[in-house]
């Protein structure tokens, strides 16, 4: 018994240590085609002592101010202790034991900042990859125990949640999105109370000689939409995604709304209390504000 067993983890072990060999072999030599153009595995190893900041530069790309806990420096934006998300968090009150969603967190900021109001869950759901890294990070060197990041579109998460928030907090996201119109009909389905800061379009705000209107493309299409006419125009990345730090949308295709339209959106949808704050018509890329919408009558 003892012997057939020893007989057996010997050959095991042997299997395995020709694996690694051939994988070794093909790393070292002709074995760039593992793992793409002159693969070298040895370059993931960090041999130095173990620290937060370590962890902070096995990805790159970073925006952000780290909070304090992480005792890490990231990159150079303070969004950790952003006044919009502290104005959005004052318009809903109390985020004790709330379930909220997150549209495109980036680096985790506003996400600590909601997980410190106390919130009993954070869906947090961020499409780029290296985003997504970043904020797994983040999650590690701070704590963020109520907060789950998920890799995807938030677009499909909507249409397929069965959760109900008591809070939806989508900064920085809207003006991103192909279709602005239907997904403000699908959050309202989803929420009460609806944050948003976005970039829009006004003519006053930014007429048509404005040089924030050169990366538009083509003209605006008014869209018939619950017996409104809603206005939006198409906008370009013109190649900003070459660039690690890159925190845009999916698509070149994205679609900016004008600001009246959005907030006649926000009522139809039957967002009855809708509060502004934080309006910037010379903002660099473009005129933008913090909405909160919410049912008052729930
Ligand atoms: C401009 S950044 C805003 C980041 C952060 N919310 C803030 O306000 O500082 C947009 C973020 O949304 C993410 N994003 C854009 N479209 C998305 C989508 N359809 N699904 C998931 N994440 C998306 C981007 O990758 C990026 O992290």
Known sequence: MFERISKTTAGARTAIADGLRRVADRIAGSGSEVLGEKANLLAEYVTSM??????VDSVPGWNMVLPPEA??????????????IEWAISQHGSLAGAT??????LEASHTYMLHRQGAALIDAVEANRLAFLRCLIVKELVGLPNAKFHLGD????IENTPTHYDMIVGSGVLYHLQDPINFIEMLSRKT????????????AAMPEDDRR???FVGGVETIRHRDLDIRI?????HNAWTNATFCGGLSDNHMWIYRDDLLKLLGACGF???RIAHEDHQHPNGPAFSVYARRASV
């Not at 909220?100 to 967190?105: A, F, N, T």
């Open 50 to 55: 173990p620290s937060p900041q370590n962890a």
């Open 71 to 84: 005792g890490a420096t990231g990159g150079t934006g303070y969004y950790f202790c952003d006044p919009r």
């Open 100 to 105: 909220v969603l997150e549209l495109g967190p």
């Open 154 to 157: 938030f677009v499909k998460w």
């Open 192 to 203: 009460n109370s609806l944050y948003l800061w976005t970039h829009f379009l006004d003519d």
């Open 213 to 215: 209107r050169t990366v």
């Open 233 to 237: 125009i198409r906008r370009s990345y």
């Open 272 to 274: 009855d209390d809708v």
